[in-house]
């Protein structure tokens, strides 16, 4: 090899949290460590997620007596995922996340909370859990992280008078016009964002919270973050990958890693060229949340060198809106609340409106193949939803913006026939198709779609409606509709890794050196989601499976 200008154990690329927990179990077993980041900011599209950590039979479900097991759980992802995705990278997800968890509670400060009754995405199959097996972390007082705090990846969007609140009471707060446990959410959450103010503490929760304290434990464990470092190439030796060429401050730079390179640096969500190539019809950037420098380096310096790839025709999808300064809102709680439906643009429904967000896209991009109706669909609302539940960051009894109307972002109507009107699509089907639907609402049983017929669907759903928490009449005027089109929380595709993320050729042999975690990677979850942080989880856990590995080779 040429003469390299820095030497450590193991180079990672990409500050997500899957790149921070790899980082903080190489270190802690001893191994020089190097964290490489392609923007001027840490935390990746971590940063800018709900932070949810999707983990079967952890520690905290055993503590509250909620029934669990390794058994259950690869059941459940042998019923999702099928059998795209190999039995030992299940296997190795099944058993690790729940250690990776302990561990980082144990090693790294990390302190969690069960998202409860947060429902897995498919709680009616095989080993699926309704009570839920999701987690995040607890708020975490970001000033810790002093001068650091400046680098966090920032969120997109505006939360009035820094208001921040956990996944679980952004839940309550949905209810906070239907139920006491709402109201007193709000309350708690009203009190502490006077006290934040006061004290001048600044609470990072969701995926802030995550990325914040895991950059505080990289602060503790000494381990460095080299901002503005994107990946050039892979140094190969002989067929092993032996460093990395990266860019910093204008120059190439080159570092050996003696044990291994983790690539975490998430997916291909921001590289056009590569949705073209391989993303179903319409192709754009601009319906992703996921971070703006996703372009795809790690996943293009793997193919390089020969790696394998899966998965590339997918991704983590949502409806999504896209706001009138041009950025994508992915919708997720909405959906469920009841008073509100999704039509085609000839006014159809045509899908269980409260089902995981992967579900619903999956249908409209499926749908749009054999009829070119779906892409884009509209979100129908009526008043009394407006009043009662939040919309994007609109709380309920908040007036929306009028950049909102005068963008045409909401389209406002006082009758369905002038709604049709305003968002083109056919009156006598958007009026027969909500008559249908309310007429479903009154008795409770959507027996077009079967929503509100889940543990999952009802987690959104209102406990004040009956007889179906999901379902009500869409009859108050004014009326609301609002575009809704395929966005995403990333690309799902990737470098094709074993059980210990190790990258594979083709021929199925090890690329030696090499591992690949998170969007990088091809998702352990197939073309599926098993529930609430199914992102994150994967990339954590096989972030930690790969750190344990390299420090465990002789």
């Known amino acids: 090899m040429d003469e390299l200008d820095e030497q450590v154990d193991v180079v990672i690329v990409g500050s997500g949290g899957g790149g921070m927990t790899a980082a903080l179990v190489a270190k802690h077993a001893g191994l020089d460590v190097l964290i490489l980041e392609k923007s001027a900011y840490y935390g990746g599209s971590t940063a800018l997620s709900g932070g949810g950590i999707w983990v079967p039979n952890h520690h905290l479900l055993v503590?509250?007596?909620?029934?669990?097991?390794?058994?259950?759980?690869?059941?459940?992802?042998?019923?999702?995922?099928?059998?795209?995705?190999?039995?030992?990278?299940?296997?190795?997800?099944?058993?690790?996340?729940?250690?990776?968890?302990v561990w980082l509670r144990d090693n790294a400060g990390l302190k969690f909370l069960s998202v409860s009754w947060y429902s897995d995405y498919h709680p009616d199959n095989p080993g699926g859990l309704a009570e839920g097996r999701s987690l995040e972390v607890k708020p975490f007082n970001g000033r810790k992280l002093k001068k650091d705090l400046k680098q966090l990846n920032p969120s997109p969007y505006e939360i009035p008078l820094n208001i921040a609140f956990t996944i679980s009471e952004y839940h309550d707060l949905g209810m906070l016009t239907?139920?006491?446990?709402?109201?007193?959410?709000?309350?708690?959450?009203?009190?502490?964002?006077?006290?934040?103010?006061?004290?001048?503490?600044?609470?990072?929760?969701?995926?802030q919270g995550l990325i914040g304290r895991l950059r505080k434990s990289l602060k503790d464990f000494d381990i460095p973050v080299w901002l503005n470092s994107p990946l050039l190439d892979l140094i190969v030796d002989k067929g092993h990958i032996r460093g990395v060429i990266l860019k910093k401050d204008g120059s190439e730079v080159r570092i050996k890693a003696e044990k291994g390179v983790i690539l975490a640096a998430g997916g291909f969500a921001h590289n056009l060229e590569m949705r073209k190539k391989y993303h179903p019809f319409p192709v754009t950037i601009n319906w992703t949340v996921a971070h703006r420098d996703n372009t795809g380096d790690a996943i293009l310096a793997g193919i390089k060198v020969g790696a394998d790839t899966n998965l590339m025709d997918d991704a983590w999808w949502g409806p999504s809106s896209?706001?009138?300064?041009?950025?994508?809102?992915f919708h997720v709680g909405e959906r469920g609340y009841p008073g509100s439906i999704m039509v085609n643009k000839s006014g159809r429904r045509f899908t269980n409106e409260s089902a995981s967000y992967v579900v619903v896209v999956h249908e409209m991009f499926e749908k749009h193949k054999n009829d070119d109706q779906h892409v884009p669909c509209y979100f129908i609302f009526d008043q009394l939803f407006k009043d009662k539940y939040i919309f994007g960051t609109t709380f309920p009894g908040q007036k929306f913006p009028r950049t909102f109307y005068e963008y045409e972002y909401i389209n406002k109507a006082?009758?369905?026939?002038?709604?049709?009107?305003?968002?083109?699509?056919?009156?006598?089907?958007?009026?027969?198709?909500?008559?249908r639907f309310n007429n479903f609402a009154r008795t409770g049983k959507d027996l077009d779609f079967g929503r509100g017929e889940n543990a999952y669907d009802n987690y959104y759903g209102?406990?004040?409606?009956?007889?179906?928490?999901?379902?009500?009449?869409?009859?108050?005027?004014?009326?609301?509709?609002?575009?809704?089109?395929?966005?995403?929380?990333?690309?799902?595709?990737?470098?094709?890794?074993?059980?210990?993320?190790?990258?594979?050729?083709?021929?199925?042999?090890?690329?030696?050196?090499?591992?690949?975690?998170?969007?990088?990677?091809?998702?352990?979850?197939?073309?599926?989601?098993?529930?609430?942080?199914?992102?994150?989880?994967?990339?954590?856990?096989f972030g930690y499976i790969a750190a344990k590995s390299i420090s465990e080779k002789k």
């Open 178 to 207: 239907s139920t006491w446990r709402g109201k007193v959410t709000a309350m708690k959450v009203g009190l502490k964002t006077l006290l934040n103010l006061l004290i001048r503490r600044k609470p990072l929760t969701m995926g």
């Open 414 to 435: 006082d009758s369905i026939s002038e709604l049709s009107y305003k968002i083109r699509v056919d009156e006598k089907n958007l009026e027969e198709t909500i008559e």
């Open 322 to 329: 896209i706001q009138p300064d041009g950025t994508p809102f």
């Open 462 to 541: 209102d406990p004040k409606v009956t007889p179906n928490h999901n379902l009500a009449p869409i009859e108050r005027p004014p009326f609301y509709a609002v575009e809704m089109v395929p966005g995403d929380l990333g690309t799902k595709g990737g470098l094709v890794t074993n059980e210990f993320a190790q990258v594979l050729k083709k021929d199925g042999t090890i690329i030696g050196g090499l591992y690949a975690i998170g969007n990088s990677s091809a998702s352990v979850m197939g073309r599926s989601y098993p529930g609430p942080g199914g992102t994150i989880g994967p990339s954590m856990t």
């Open 63 to 101: 503590e509250a007596g909620i029934e669990d097991s390794f058994e259950k759980a690869r059941t459940y992802l042998d019923s999702i995922v099928g059998d795209e995705i190999s039995s030992q990278r299940k296997d190795a997800y099944v058993k690790y996340s729940p250690e990776m968890i």
